[in-house]
């Protein structure tokens, strides 16, 4: 979601600033740091933002935010979350309390997937993706392995012609070449036909 920035007291729109990665991915969030840029230019007094969990990931990522914004003369609002304005200092304390909350639930929700993986394992259950099938059997498989192997198309081009990572069709032709099975890139057994 967008970050929109206010300026000065008549609000003018700075601009609007859109990452669409992890609020933890700090590489990836180019606009972001064109935010910081600003408020540290003190050409930006009101940060808007979509949801909390769309700016800080952590507790003291938030503070870092803060501390840093209140440092240029910035505060920050939430659209979703009315009562997260820090430019009040009741605001404030909400904003830390939701914060602290939020990072609890998400240190629940890790534990309560873990617990869960762990008891499907205890119950022989399977945890992950299936496996896929070895690329021998399918249907194109020996078409489009002669094409490979007589030159006519490239691995690469084979293994796009069977939706397939050229990894695992190059350990499928040298499966076939040795007459044992295959190893796929992902590490699963593949019989050679």
Known sequence: MPLRVALGDDDDLVGEFVDRTSAADLRGRRHWREVRTLVDQRKVDLL??????RIARSVPD???????LRGGGCGLRSLE???????????????????????LERAALAERVKAGMERARRQGKAIGRPPRA???QHRRWPEVRDLVLDG???????????KVRQADFAAALVALRKGGPAQSSSGELTEAS
Do not use: C, M
């Not at 808007?48 to 969990?53: G, H, P, S, V």
């Open 81 to 103: 979350e009315p009562w997260l304005d820090t430019t009040t200092a009741f605001g404030e304390a909400l904003y830390y309390i939701t914060v602290v909350n939020a990072q």
């Open 134 to 136: 070895p690329i021998e």
């Open 62 to 68: 938030a503070a870092d935010i803060v501390k840093r």
């Open 152 to 162: 006519v198309v490239t691995l690469r081009e084979g293994a796009r012609l069977l």
């Open 48 to 53: 808007l933002f979509w949801r909390l969990d």
